[in-house]
Protein backbone atom coordinates (compact mmCIF):
# COMPACT_ATOMS: atom_id res chain seq x y z
CA UNK A 1 0.00 0.00 0.00
CA UNK A 2 0.90 3.09 -0.14
CA UNK A 3 1.85 5.30 2.34
CA UNK A 4 -1.05 7.02 4.26
CA UNK A 5 -2.42 8.62 7.59
CA UNK A 6 -3.02 5.70 10.51
CA UNK A 7 -6.69 7.15 10.63
CA UNK A 8 -7.32 6.90 7.11
CA UNK A 9 -5.87 3.12 6.93
CA UNK A 10 -7.61 2.44 10.53
CA UNK A 11 -10.65 3.29 7.90
CA UNK A 12 -9.70 1.26 5.27
CA UNK A 13 -9.62 -1.47 7.68
CA UNK A 14 -13.02 -1.25 8.78
CA UNK A 15 -12.01 -0.35 12.35
CA UNK A 16 -13.92 2.83 12.47
CA UNK A 17 -14.98 6.08 10.69
CA UNK A 18 -12.31 8.62 10.73
CA UNK A 19 -12.97 10.75 13.74
CA UNK A 20 -14.02 7.58 15.41
CA UNK A 21 -10.36 6.40 14.66
CA UNK A 22 -9.02 9.24 15.44
CA UNK A 23 -10.56 8.75 18.88
CA UNK A 24 -9.36 5.36 19.38
CA UNK A 25 -5.44 6.89 18.79
CA UNK A 26 -6.19 9.20 21.08
CA UNK A 27 -7.09 6.81 23.56
CA UNK A 28 -4.17 4.44 23.32
CA UNK A 29 -5.67 2.06 21.56
CA UNK A 30 -3.69 1.75 18.72
CA UNK A 31 -0.22 0.61 18.09
CA UNK A 32 2.20 0.45 15.21
CA UNK A 33 4.79 -1.46 15.42
CA UNK A 34 4.57 -2.51 18.70
CA UNK A 35 4.68 1.10 20.09
CA UNK A 36 1.63 2.96 21.09
CA UNK A 37 0.63 6.23 18.98
CA UNK A 38 -1.38 8.58 20.68
CA UNK A 39 -0.97 12.01 18.64
CA UNK A 40 -2.37 12.44 15.14
CA UNK A 41 -0.07 12.43 12.11
CA UNK A 42 1.48 9.25 12.40
CA UNK A 43 1.64 7.53 8.38
CA UNK A 44 2.22 3.86 7.67
CA UNK A 45 3.66 2.19 4.78
CA UNK A 46 4.07 -1.92 3.24
CA UNK A 47 5.36 -3.91 5.97
CA UNK A 48 4.29 -2.12 9.16
CA UNK A 49 2.08 -4.04 11.79
CA UNK A 50 -0.51 -2.00 12.89
CA UNK A 51 -2.77 -3.26 16.07
CA UNK A 52 -6.11 -2.29 17.76
CA UNK A 53 -5.61 -3.29 21.71
CA UNK A 54 -2.85 -5.92 20.56
CA UNK A 55 -5.15 -7.36 18.04
CA UNK A 56 -3.82 -6.21 14.17
CA UNK A 57 -5.81 -5.25 11.54
CA UNK A 58 -5.61 -5.42 8.12
CA UNK A 59 -7.26 -3.63 5.28
CA UNK A 60 -11.26 -5.19 4.46
CA UNK A 61 -10.83 -7.15 0.93
CA UNK A 62 -14.82 -6.79 0.71
CA UNK A 63 -17.21 -4.15 1.67
CA UNK A 64 -20.27 -4.96 4.05
CA UNK A 65 -23.18 -2.87 4.01
CA UNK A 66 -26.09 -4.52 6.19
CA UNK A 67 -29.57 -3.01 7.37
CA UNK A 68 -30.65 -4.33 10.45
CA UNK A 69 -34.16 -4.35 12.13
CA UNK A 70 -33.01 -3.08 15.45
CA UNK A 71 -34.73 -4.69 18.74
CA UNK A 72 -35.57 -2.86 21.92
CA UNK A 73 -33.43 -3.59 24.83
CA UNK A 74 -30.23 -3.82 22.27
CA UNK A 75 -27.08 -1.13 22.19
CA UNK A 76 -26.19 0.28 18.99
CA UNK A 77 -22.78 -0.53 19.69
CA UNK A 78 -20.07 -3.35 18.87
CA UNK A 79 -19.35 -4.01 22.72
CA UNK A 80 -20.38 -3.33 26.14
CA UNK A 81 -18.51 -3.56 29.47
CA UNK A 82 -21.82 -4.19 31.30
CA UNK A 83 -22.47 -7.64 29.03
CA UNK A 84 -24.79 -6.43 27.19
CA UNK A 85 -26.21 -7.61 24.03
CA UNK A 86 -25.03 -5.20 21.46
CA UNK A 87 -25.74 -5.26 17.46
CA UNK A 88 -23.14 -6.85 16.07
CA UNK A 89 -24.01 -9.73 18.08
CA UNK A 90 -27.35 -10.52 15.87
CA UNK A 91 -25.35 -10.41 12.72
CA UNK A 92 -24.19 -13.83 11.92
CA UNK A 93 -21.73 -15.71 9.19
CA UNK A 94 -20.48 -11.99 7.98
CA UNK A 95 -16.42 -12.94 8.50
CA UNK A 96 -16.04 -8.84 8.98
CA UNK A 97 -15.41 -6.10 11.77
CA UNK A 98 -18.37 -4.18 11.11
CA UNK A 99 -19.94 -1.22 12.60
CA UNK A 100 -23.03 0.88 13.35
CA UNK A 101 -23.78 3.67 10.92
CA UNK A 102 -24.93 6.49 13.63
CA UNK A 103 -27.09 4.94 16.34
CA UNK A 104 -30.85 4.10 18.10
CA UNK A 105 -31.16 4.78 21.60
CA UNK A 106 -31.50 1.95 23.27
CA UNK A 107 -35.27 1.26 23.87
CA UNK A 108 -35.89 2.40 19.85
CA UNK A 109 -36.33 0.07 17.35
CA UNK A 110 -36.43 0.08 13.65
CA UNK A 111 -33.43 0.84 11.23
CA UNK A 112 -29.68 0.67 11.35
CA UNK A 113 -27.18 -0.03 9.08
CA UNK A 114 -24.16 -1.31 9.78
CA UNK A 115 -20.66 -1.71 7.56
CA UNK A 116 -17.05 -2.37 7.46
CA UNK A 117 -16.49 0.60 4.96
CA UNK A 118 -15.17 3.20 7.22
CA UNK A 119 -14.85 6.14 4.70
CA UNK A 120 -18.72 5.78 3.88
CA UNK A 121 -19.66 5.96 7.54
CA UNK A 122 -17.39 8.82 7.83
CA UNK A 123 -19.14 10.55 4.18
CA UNK A 124 -22.82 9.36 5.59
CA UNK A 125 -22.23 10.10 9.15
CA UNK A 126 -20.89 13.84 8.91
CA UNK A 127 -23.19 16.34 9.75
CA UNK A 128 -22.68 18.52 6.49
CA UNK A 129 -24.26 15.32 4.70
CA UNK A 130 -27.89 15.79 6.75
CA UNK A 131 -29.48 12.53 5.79
CA UNK A 132 -33.05 12.29 6.26
CA UNK A 133 -34.23 10.16 9.09
CA UNK A 134 -38.11 9.14 9.14
CA UNK A 135 -39.51 7.76 12.52
CA UNK A 136 -42.77 6.25 13.50
CA UNK A 137 -43.78 6.91 17.06
CA UNK A 138 -46.73 6.37 19.26
CA UNK A 139 -47.40 9.32 21.18
CA UNK A 140 -49.63 10.34 24.24
CA UNK A 141 -52.58 12.51 23.02
CA UNK A 142 -52.77 14.00 19.32
CA UNK A 143 -50.57 16.45 17.91
CA UNK A 144 -52.55 19.82 16.46
CA UNK A 145 -51.57 21.76 13.11
CA UNK A 146 -49.78 24.19 15.68
CA UNK A 147 -47.58 21.27 16.55
CA UNK A 148 -46.72 20.54 13.06
CA UNK A 149 -46.04 24.47 12.34
CA UNK A 150 -43.83 24.12 15.23
CA UNK A 151 -41.69 21.37 13.91
CA UNK A 152 -41.26 22.74 10.55
CA UNK A 153 -39.87 26.05 12.10
CA UNK A 154 -37.82 24.34 14.61
CA UNK A 155 -37.42 23.49 18.24
CA UNK A 156 -35.77 24.90 20.76
CA UNK A 157 -34.54 22.11 22.95
CA UNK A 158 -31.80 22.29 25.85
CA UNK A 159 -29.08 22.23 23.24
CA UNK A 160 -30.01 24.38 20.56
CA UNK A 161 -32.97 24.80 17.49
CA UNK A 162 -33.30 21.96 15.64
CA UNK A 163 -32.96 22.45 12.16
CA UNK A 164 -36.93 22.24 10.24
CA UNK A 165 -38.34 18.86 10.59
CA UNK A 166 -41.64 17.34 9.53
CA UNK A 167 -44.00 16.18 11.55
CA UNK A 168 -47.41 13.81 10.38
CA UNK A 169 -49.88 12.11 12.29
CA UNK A 170 -51.10 9.07 9.93
CA UNK A 171 -53.02 7.07 12.20
CA UNK A 172 -54.89 7.05 15.94
CA UNK A 173 -54.46 4.47 18.45
CA UNK A 174 -57.30 4.74 21.06
CA UNK A 175 -56.62 8.11 22.36
CA UNK A 176 -53.30 8.57 21.49
CA UNK A 177 -51.80 9.35 17.77
CA UNK A 178 -49.25 7.37 15.25
CA UNK A 179 -47.16 9.83 14.06
CA UNK A 180 -44.07 9.99 11.49
CA UNK A 181 -41.09 12.45 12.49
CA UNK A 182 -38.61 13.16 9.72
CA UNK A 183 -35.17 15.02 10.90
CA UNK A 184 -31.94 15.56 9.47
CA UNK A 185 -29.85 15.46 12.36
CA UNK A 186 -28.14 13.12 14.74
CA UNK A 187 -28.52 14.31 18.45
CA UNK A 188 -29.37 12.27 21.72
CA UNK A 189 -32.55 11.16 21.97
CA UNK A 190 -34.18 13.89 19.54
CA UNK A 191 -37.18 12.97 18.30
CA UNK A 192 -38.20 12.09 21.78
CA UNK A 193 -37.47 15.08 23.22
CA UNK A 194 -39.03 16.96 20.40
CA UNK A 195 -42.22 15.62 21.02
CA UNK A 196 -41.79 15.58 24.53
CA UNK A 197 -41.55 19.48 24.13
CA UNK A 198 -45.03 19.71 22.31
CA UNK A 199 -46.23 17.75 24.99
CA UNK A 200 -46.44 14.32 23.11
CA UNK A 201 -44.32 12.26 24.67
CA UNK A 202 -43.58 9.25 23.24
CA UNK A 203 -44.74 5.90 23.76
CA UNK A 204 -42.88 3.67 21.29
CA UNK A 205 -40.43 4.77 18.86
CA UNK A 206 -39.22 2.93 15.58
CA UNK A 207 -37.20 4.41 12.85
CA UNK A 208 -38.19 3.08 9.27
CA UNK A 209 -35.92 5.09 6.96
CA UNK A 210 -32.63 6.11 6.79
CA UNK A 211 -32.61 8.77 3.46
CA UNK A 212 -33.12 6.45 0.53
CA UNK A 213 -33.29 3.12 2.62
CA UNK A 214 -36.48 1.63 3.90
CA UNK A 215 -37.33 -0.77 6.88
CA UNK A 216 -40.07 -2.58 4.59
CA UNK A 217 -41.12 -6.02 6.25
CA UNK A 218 -37.96 -6.92 7.72
CA UNK A 219 -38.85 -8.19 10.92
CA UNK A 220 -37.02 -7.04 14.44
CA UNK A 221 -33.63 -9.07 14.82
CA UNK A 222 -33.60 -9.16 11.34
CA UNK A 223 -30.93 -8.51 8.70
CA UNK A 224 -30.46 -8.11 5.28
CA UNK A 225 -27.32 -7.26 2.63
CA UNK A 226 -28.58 -3.79 1.35
CA UNK A 227 -28.00 -3.81 -2.81
CA UNK A 228 -25.17 -1.82 -4.76
CA UNK A 229 -27.76 0.37 -6.11
CA UNK A 230 -29.44 1.07 -2.69
CA UNK A 231 -25.86 1.99 -0.99
CA UNK A 232 -25.17 4.35 -4.57
CA UNK A 233 -28.54 6.21 -4.05
CA UNK A 234 -28.21 7.12 -0.15
CA UNK A 235 -24.87 8.61 -1.07
CA UNK A 236 -26.26 10.74 -4.28
CA UNK A 237 -29.49 11.75 -2.76
CA UNK A 238 -29.74 14.00 -0.06
Known sequence: MEEMRLQKYLALCGVASRRGAEKLIS???????GVVVTEMGIKVKNGDKVT??????????NKYYIILNKPSGVLSSVKDDRGRECVVDLIEGVNARLYPVGRLD????????LTNDGDF???VTHPSFEIWKTYQAVVRGVPTESDVKRFAEGLMLDDGKTLPAVLDVVGYK????IVEVSIREGRNRQVRRML???GHPVNSLKRISF???????????????????????????R
Do not use: F
Open 27 to 33: EGHIAVN
Open 52 to 61: LDEQPVKPEK
Open 106 to 113: YDTTGLLL
Open 121 to 123: MQK
Open 174 to 177: GNNA
Open 196 to 198: EKI
Open 211 to 237: GSLELGELKPGKWRHARPEEISRLTED
